[in-house]
């Protein structure tokens, strides 16, 4: 269970990096809106592969991932729906959310034993 919640988080992050490296060239607002969402992706992912690591040590981690997952699952089964996107294009992204937000709720798919360490 740990390689799965692995994959979706790295996923969430490549599609973010896929999406930040696609934008328009052109610097206009609409642009730097669409690396933003790419943005909001890799953070999203990383946050994943740090509740992965640290959550059972880290619950406000573990809570905050929760939290980011279910947004971006709305947020983007929403944007999904209204920009008419592919059913291809909607279970890869939807799904990937989808994924990370079960593996964030289950526990044995966190490591165990990881605890924060105060510097």
Do not use: D, E
């Amino acid at each position: 269970m740990h390689r799965v919640y692995a994959a979706f988080g790295f996923g969430i992050v490549a599609l973010g990096l896929l999406h930040v490296f696609s934008m328009p060239r052109n610097l206009t607002p609409q642009a730097l809106w669409f690396a933003s969402g790419g943005l909001a992706m890799i953070l999203t992912g990383v946050l994943n592969v740090l509740n992965r690591a640290y959550g059972t040590g880290a619950p406000g981690l573990r809570w905050a991932c929760i939290g980011a997952n279910v947004v971006m699952v709305a947020f983007a089964s929403l944007f999904g729906l209204i920009s008419r996107a592919t059913v291809g294009q909607f279970v890869i992204v939807v799904g990937l959310f989808v994924g990370s937000t079960v593996c964030s709720l289950l526990r044995r798919a966190l490591r165990p034993g990881s605890v924060v360490r105060a510097a």
